[in-house]
């Protein structure tokens, strides 16, 4: 009989020292970290063989490590002897194991291209690392780190993403609508002074007032902003916006606090570091950014036309640090019902135009921009067909962000809100945590008002009905 093998000239030709020498060490680590994935559907191993122990262990000394670090060079020399060193240790009980000798390769490579020396300092396969303690993102990746040590051995093939922090978004807009830290959507009056976020590390409050003469509806030209203290990390700092004042800095007139955490790669920090809290000015007058990395949360604060708009992002369990006193939050629990607008999501259109008092009959503003607001005072009365139409300028998705700028342009005149709508929109999108619920549409019988307003709509359904009746 022939010798058995695979080898031909093709063969020869793929695995020849010019088309392999530089992607070996990649193509012998992907071998080895997928079969060790999927022992199974490779070859069977015995018990006594642990290059997967070895495989996961190295991957975890590694995954931290980026080449913009001083010591990286260093660190992943040591983990390359580190894998090294455990191969040896079951090479025995591993002679003719396919992904073994892949891996066995793969780090000869590997040290040859990073000049890595076979003698010296290894990693700890339980590597000490010191988290900081003003970087949230730091703490809570040490916390599941120590915790995963003691578990490891029997969780390798586990998916570990729900281990990372949950986030919650809270946004405020217009009229005022309300997007809850559960996805909930609501048009509330809400007027004077109300919680939206109340809880042991932040505190944020709206301030609302009415719009237009005769009508409930309001909207915010207040907000007021608490980062409570944090030992070790900041002291109390406030930051309060009202119309025509959105400040970038606190009230005591700073724009940070707390020592430098990290080195930032953002052209935002000069000096390569970012603090524990601080401020971000986008936009003088116009757009705000309140960032506090020691409690992983996100403000953005934006004033269009004479209002206010508000978007947050924070940590669930932080969300959730409250006591029986503070269980008024907009964000958490919603509005009061005798504070809604909306009726489950519908969004009732006003019967007549709003009370506008002297009325502009401005011709489409023309703005660099679509987050640039409207001259104020651009009050227009506008029909529902003409609403939608403007909206459409901004708001190419016809979902829950539209149907509030169609309500709004109606109910107020003012063609600010068509921006704030976007811009709110755009805000929820950078900082809600999960894309499949960006989207909110609203029910079926708030899609209908907006399409049955005209006259001849109305008469035909009624024909139809009489028809039915008749039949």
Known sequence: MGRAGCRGRGAERLA?????????PLLLLVIALCCGAHIGQCQVVTTQC?????????????????????????????????YSACTQRTAKSCRGNLVFHSAVLGISDLMSQRNCSRDGPTSSTNPEIHPEPCNYHSRTQHAHT??????????????????????????????????????????????????????????????????????????????????????????????????????????DGTVSSGDPIHTSVSADAASGKVRALWISERSPGRHVELHAGYIGVTVIVRQLGRYLTLAVRIPEELAQAYDDTQDLQLCLNGCPSSERIDQAGHLPLPRSPPALGLQQQLRRPSYSSQTQAYPLGSSHVFGVEVAKERCKEQLEVLDIYFHSCVFDLLTTGDANFTVAAYSAQKDMESLHPNQERWRIYPSSSATFSLHSDSQPTRQLALLLLCALMAI
């Open 16 to 24: 020849s020292p010019s088309m392999v020498r530089r992607f070996r």
């Open 50 to 82: 642990r290059i997967q122990k070895c495989t996961t262990d190295f991957v975890a000394l590694t995954s931290h490590l980026t080449p913009a670090v001083d010591a990286f060079h260093t660190e992943f020399c040591k983990a390359l002897r580190a």
């Open 146 to 251: 120590h915790s995963h040590a003691h578990t490891h051995a029997h969780s390798q093939s586990r998916d570990h993403s729900h281990h990372r922090p949950a986030y919650l978004f809270c946004g405020l807009f217009g009229d005022p609508h309300l997007r809850t830290f559960k996805d909930s959507f609501q048009t509330c009056k809400v007027e004077g002074a109300w919680p939206l976020i109340d809880n042991a590390y932040l505190s944020v409050q709206v301030t609302n007032v009415p719009m237009v003469p005769g009508s409930s509806a309001t909207a915010t030209n207040k907000i007021t902003i608490i980062f409570k203290p944090y030992e070790g990390c900041t002291d109390q700092r406030v930051y309060q916006a009202v119309t025509d004042n959105l400040p970038a800095a606190f009230d």
